[in-house]
């Protein structure tokens, strides 16, 4: 039980330093993408 709850904690941990990670990429591409039109 502890185990799991001990993955589950890195998986939300994960999770938010890819969303963190994906922001600013998203947000540098739309200048890019607006950039070549």
Known sequence: MKQRFHTNLSYIQIKLFVSSFQFP???FKFPVSNFKT
């Open 25 to 27: 990429v998203s947000s």
